[in-house]
């Protein structure tokens, strides 16, 4: 499976701000997915990473909040923009295997908002 | 879209005894259903995945068995060892930007 980092690992952050996690695979991938974990929770879709387009975003979520980025077929950014406490929650970059229809998760991005 | 309900939400079992945790889906045209498990402040980790093209998979103590019909899989461990304790998420899709989770079960091995 692809070697998936994440930065930052853990953060946190003040209220009204905003913080961009960074997603870097060891090799092309097409699809990289974002989602998010809230205490407790299950994990939750947030948006689909497309490479040189915008993203898609689930219902519930929109770009203003999580704008992302994905310049090549490697790298991604997603922004969790304006933080407010109800923000706090594991962030998880994942991707598709070649083969297809496996998902792998990056190590996590663990946001506290104060 | 497609809907995932996990069942139970926490298991406690005898470590040797077995589990069993079930989820059902909505989409008849999922095709795709992974199993992850979650240690405490870890990534979720694919354990076992099943497509719908067969009805069971096993890789040593963990199982999988899927039933189209019903729309319902689950997944086994059998001889359960604490470092089985976690949290277990079944998905479904059929399509991979359309992946759906279970609710998650915490599931406790008691030694």
Redesign the interface.
């Known amino acids: 499976s692809a070697v998936i980092s994440q930065k930052p690992s853990r953060d946190i952050c003040q209220r009204g701000t905003s913080l961009t996690i960074q997603c870097q695979v060891d090799s092309q991938v097409t699809?990289m997915?974002w989602y998010r974990q809230q205490p407790g929770?299950?994990?939750?879709?947030i948006a689909?990473a497309n490479q040189g387009s915008e993203a898609?975003y689930e219902s519930g979520f929109v770009i203003d909040k999580f704008p992302i980025s994905r310049p090549n077929l490697t790298f991604s950014t997603l922004t969790v923009s304006n933080m407010s406490p109800e923000d706090s929650s594991i962030y998880?970059c994942s991707v598709?295997n070649l083969s297809?229809?496996?998902?792998?998760?990056?190590?996590?991005s663990w946001l506290t908002v104060v | 879209g497609e809907n995932v309900e996990q069942h139970p939400s926490t298991l406690s079992v005898q470590e040797g005894d077995s589990a069993v945790i079930k989820c059902t889906y909505s989409d008849s045209a999922s095709n795709?259903f992974?199993w992850?498990k979650q240690e405490l402040g870890?990534?979720?980790?694919?354990i076992i995945?099943i497509?719908s093209n067969v009805g069971e998979k096993k890789d040593q103590r963990i199982a999988v068995t899927l039933n189209k019909t019903a729309k319902h899989f689950s997944l086994h461990i059998t001889e359960t060892q604490p470092e089985d304790s976690a949290v277990y998420?079944c998905?479904a899709?059929r399509k991979?930007?359309d992946?759906?989770?279970?609710?998650?079960t915490r599931l406790t091995v008691k030694p």
């Open positions: 699809m997915f929770q299950s994990l939750t879709l689909t898609t998880l598709e297809g229809n496996t998902i792998y998760f990056g190590e996590g | 795709y992974p992850y870890k990534r979720p980790q694919l995945d497509r998420f998905a899709s991979n930007n992946m759906r989770f279970g609710a998650g």
